[in-house]
């Protein structure tokens, strides 16, 4: 079984409930959000193993390229360009689609391998741990993202995914059975929550919500998921101490009354999205 946590926008809390639930429901934990992989800031599992993350670029051998430019007119990704008498590529804008080679008629294409980045996997109370790591600089996270999800364990899998709802979070959603949509009660909120919903709902995953810094009041989250008739799975309150542990790296499961709420949430994770 493969939940995965998202939300529409970044700073909602998605990370402090990807790594607590995963704790409480003894999950197998996977960081996607390979831009800022953060997860293993709180649950400090010990790194058994790196494998880099290798795509593929076109090089264009000049003794038989005649400069037709067919290569350049087949790309959808500009990653190619003619100028004068000279093909020139802009490998991070390459999509390793293959295009290219195809088109060319005079076998002037081959391709190499460059490193985009790389996943580490490790363990914590025996917790599976795995993140992908983007390379600064690098624009596409979608290949790292492909190979994490592509080697996922047996059982249940926490998958912590980017925020928004990019095409990162898309490819995620490939791999997810349920889905828990983390979010804060504001407007901004709100809005990002409403985009997320609609990206669940068009790959038809049960879902329920998870209400970040709840003050415990009436607020306009609450009201629209009565609304829609969209299940809250669970409440984080919005306490002071919960803001100096996370700041200090800690896990809050590991705190008595955070505790009692992970443990709750994993509960009625089970019970509203039926993945037992």
Known sequence: MNIAVLSGKGGTGK???????ALALKANYIDCDVEEPNGFIFLKPTINKEEKVMVEY???????????????DICKFNALAKVRDNIILFEKLCHSCGACSISCKYDAITYDKREIGKIEIGTTNNTDCSR?????????????????LNNLHKGVNLIDCPPGTSCNVVNT??????????TEPSQFGLHDLKMAIE?????????GIVINKDDGKDNIVKKYSEEENIDIIGIIPYRKNTAKIYSKGERLYDDLNHKMI???????????????
């Open 15 to 21: 990370t402090t409930v990807s790594t607590n639930l």
């Open 58 to 72: 076109p090089v264009i051998e000049k003794n038989k390229c005649t400069h037709c430019g067919k290569c350049v």
């Open 132 to 148: 992908g790591i983007l390379n600064i600089g690098e624009p596409m996270a979608v290949p790292i993202i492909k190979k994490l």
């Open 173 to 182: 959603l490939n791999f997810a059975d349920v889905a828990i949509l983390v």
């Open 199 to 207: 990206l669940v709902k068009n790959y038809n995953i049960p879902f």
């Open 262 to 276: 992970f443990d709750n949430l994993s509960e009625r994770i089970s019970e509203v999205l039926s993945w037992n």
